[in-house]
């Protein structure tokens, strides 16, 4: 079985300031994580990907996420948020033994005040 | 860069009737996935083709069905459509053939309307 948790509806942040998105995870074997943004009205675009290696992954738009295996977390980050990237974001994983399918968290709006 | 192409953007339909979905993926992607999205929900998998074959079963209705054609577009067949049906319904394709079968580009999507 594969799960992932995002605890947080929304976020808050100031545009300038770092941000945070989180995310936790439960698989039977190794996971392959992911991050997917989606604004209104459109469909997900992937982000970035976690599969094995270097635990900073670097993605598109100058987001990254560090894969923590004892804590089971692929949080997103950002050193400086822009008011553009206010959107959903959901973080997905598979299990590398299983299917292609990932399954999705629940996602999470990040609001980015100017 | 071509994306992932579906018809229509936009559908109405009453209750009962039927409803035809259609995806084409990006050139040279060979998996096709469905996916339901209702308001302020997750994607829900419905189903999923490689090579023209089905390849994952999720949480698609009996009342649905889905086929991927030769020239590798997909279509999802909706009967009886209920007001639970009401969804944003997203097409995503993949390459598994260049070893990217993880990397899915979403179309823009489908929103259903069932009143």
């Known amino acids: 079985a594969q799960s992932v948790a995002q605890p947080e509806d929304q976020v808050n942040v100031a545009e300038g300031n770092p941000l945070t998105v989180k995310c936790t995870y439960s698989v039977s074997g190794n996971p392959y994580l992911f991050w997917y943004v989606q604004y209104p009205n459109r469909g997900l675009q992937f982000l970035l990907k976690?599969?094995?290696?270097?635990?900073l992954v670097k993605g598109s738009y100058g987001f990254e996420a560090e894969f923590n295996k004892s804590q089971t977390s692929f949080h997103l980050k950002k050193p400086s948020a822009l008011v553009s990237d206010s959107a959903l974001y959901f973080c997905a994983v598979r299990d590398n033994r299983g299917s292609y399918i990932p399954t999705f968290g629940r996602g999470t709006s990040l609001i980015v005040h100017p | 860069a071509a994306g992932v192409i579906q018809s229509p953007r936009h559908l109405i339909k009453e209750k009962r009737e039927t409803a035809t979905l259609k995806c084409y993926p990006i050139p040279r992607h060979d998996t096709v996935y469905w996916y339901q999205q209702g308001p302020g929900q997750d994607p829900q998998f419905l189903i999923s083709f490689y090579e023209k074959m089905q390849s994952d079963k999720g949480s698609i209705p009996d009342r649905f069905s889905a086929q991927q054609f030769s020239d590798y577009h997909s279509e999802l067949n909706m009967s009886s459509l209920e007001l639970g049906d009401s969804a944003l319904y997203f097409c995503?394709?993949?390459?598994?053939?260049?070893?990217?079968?993880?990397?899915?580009?979403f179309g823009p999507g489908t929103r259903l309307t069932v009143l």
């Open positions: 995503a394709s993949s390459s598994r053939a260049s070893g990217r079968e993880d990397e899915q580009f």
């Open positions: 976690y599969i094995t290696g270097d635990n």
